[in-house]
């Protein structure tokens, strides 16, 4: 089993890990929010075991990002924010289940195996397509007709997102978090990326359109 552990802690993050592998779990840590998309996409674990308190984005933020990507990983909460309303905004985030600190280990040890077999149960299919475009589950490429495209970095993670959703528009600003994680920029700024990926999908079946007002969607191009 494969757990992204996402702490800034350094003491808790070797502690955890020192733990769990002893227990034949293999861990990959991160200490940022900023980072913590790019090592959950290219690490493509069984389970991420995330805090909320971390430097750059927070772990609802991260998790937020995550989700709209279409990241569907189990997503286990570990955080010293131990209030009822705290654990709501944690699971309507999208979140599997929600651990307080402090924690017993053989408990967290359980949730965190009970979710990784939740999630092969669920799992979804290798790659979901949207007009002959899709998101490989494992590499997080982003295909044409089975082949994956060149695109740069933001390119990308824009029609991660829209595709995640294909039909439905997405804000700019929630769109310029996905795309610009952790940078200090404008809502406009997506525009320029949506601009070349525009020009990029010109020779496939889908269009992504502009919704004044209310973002951005892909919709299939008519035949």
Do not use: H
Request: net charge neutral; proline share 6%; with cysteine.
């Amino acid at each position: 089993m494969k757990l992204l552990l996402i702490e800034d802690n350094p003491a808790m993050q070797a502690t955890l890990q020192r733990s769990f592998e002893r227990r034949g779990i293999q861990v990959a840590t991160c200490g940022d929010g900023a980072r913590a998309l790019d090592r959950w996409r290219a690490g493509m674990p069984d389970v991420v075991l995330l805090d909320l308190s971390l430097p750059g984005l927070d772990g609802l933020q991260v998790l937020t990002l995550a989700r709209t990507e279409g990241l569907r990983t189990p997503v286990l909460v570990l955080t010293a924010r131990g209030t009822v309303g705290d654990r709501i905004l944690g699971l309507n985030s999208g979140a599997d289940d929600y651990l307080p600190k402090p924690f017993d280990l053989d408990e967290l040890e359980a949730r965190i195996r009970a979710l990784a077999r939740r999630g092969r149960d669920q799992e979804a299919p290798r790659a979901a397509a949207f007009a002959g475009l899709s998101v490989d589950a494992d590499s997080g490429a982003v295909c044409l007709d089975g082949a994956p495209m060149e695109l740069p970095p933001r390119e990308a993670a824009l029609l991660r997102a829209l595709l995640a959703r294909p039909g439905q528009a997405l804000a700019k600003e929630r769109l310029v978090e996905v795309v610009f994680p952790g940078e200090d920029v404008q809502p406009d700024a997506i525009e320029v990326v949506a601009y070349r990926l525009r020009k990029r999908l010109a020779a496939t079946a889908v269009q992504l359109v502009t919704l004044r007002g209310l973002g951005y969607l892909l919709k299939a191009q008519a035949q």
